[in-house]
């Protein structure tokens, strides 16, 4: 999914759409800009968006490396994902102040760059961050560090927790 894409627009539609209803609440699940390779969208949207933030190209590694242009490229990520997670909630806040908005969160124990999310401050788009935690036999205990992580980015205490 593209972030800069009109998928906002589109989402928002359907979002309003189910606003008529009396429901509590959006959880909006894997915000994916790239898990795999090649880990972003070199889209138009976003190779103009990115030209005129950085005042360059858009790099186009064929791998993740270890320069100023990848760093861009991991900035630009995180941002897109901020932009649209608070447009989201935004939207949704300016139709109905009471539902709330949250995301689904990667960006906890065991940390990758993978997910391309910066860990407390996208903490911080929604109006809690969901911990989710697979089971045993793949999770050896309940709590591996996630949902003390999340309380500790999330000082409110604004957490959800899952297993
Ligand atoms: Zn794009």
Same mark, same amino acid.
């Given at each position: 999914?593209?972030?800069?894409?009109?998928?906002?627009?589109y989402?928002?539609?359907?979002?309003?759409?189910?606003?008529?209803?009396?429901?509590?609440?959006?959880?909006?699940?894997?915000?994916?800009?790239?898990?795999?390779?090649?880990?972003g969208?070199?889209?138009?949207n976003?190779?103009?968006l990115?030209?005129?933030?950085?005042?360059?190209?858009?790099? *186009?590694?064929? /791998?993740? =490396?270890? #320069?100023?242009?990848?760093?861009?490229?991991?900035? &630009?990520?995180a941002?897109?994902?901020?932009?649209?997670?608070q447009?989201?909630h935004?939207?949704v806040?300016? *139709?109905r102040? /009471?539902? =709330?908005? #949250?995301?689904?969160?990667?960006?906890?124990?065991p &940390?990758?760059?993978?997910?391309?999310?910066?860990?407390?401050?996208?903490?911080?788009?929604?109006?809690f961050?969901?911990?989710e935690?697979?089971?045993?036999?793949?999770?050896?205990?309940?709590?591996?560090?996630?949902?003390?992580?999340?309380?500790?980015?999330?000082?409110?205490?604004?957490v959800?927790?899952?297993?």
């Open positions: 999914m593209c972030y800069n894409s009109g998928y906002l627009d989402n928002n539609k359907a979002v309003a759409e189910l606003l008529e209803y009396e429901i509590a609440g959006f959880h909006v699940d894997m915000l994916d800009y790239g898990f795999g390779p090649p880990y969208c070199w889209c138009g976003c190779e103009s990115f030209s005129k933030q950085y005042n360059m190209e858009m790099p *186009r590694p064929e /791998k993740p =490396s270890w #320069d100023e242009g990848w760093e861009k490229i991991l900035e &630009f990520r941002n897109s994902n901020t932009r649209f997670s447009s989201l935004s939207f806040r300016s *139709r102040p /009471k539902v =709330s908005v #949250d995301f689904n969160y990667h960006g906890y124990p &940390f990758s760059w993978i997910e391309g999310e910066l860990p407390v401050k996208h903490a911080m788009n929604g109006d961050v969901t911990c935690g697979l089971p045993p036999p793949r999770r050896r205990v309940r709590d591996d560090g996630n949902v003390s992580f999340c309380l500790s980015c999330c000082g409110n205490g604004r959800q927790a899952d297993t």
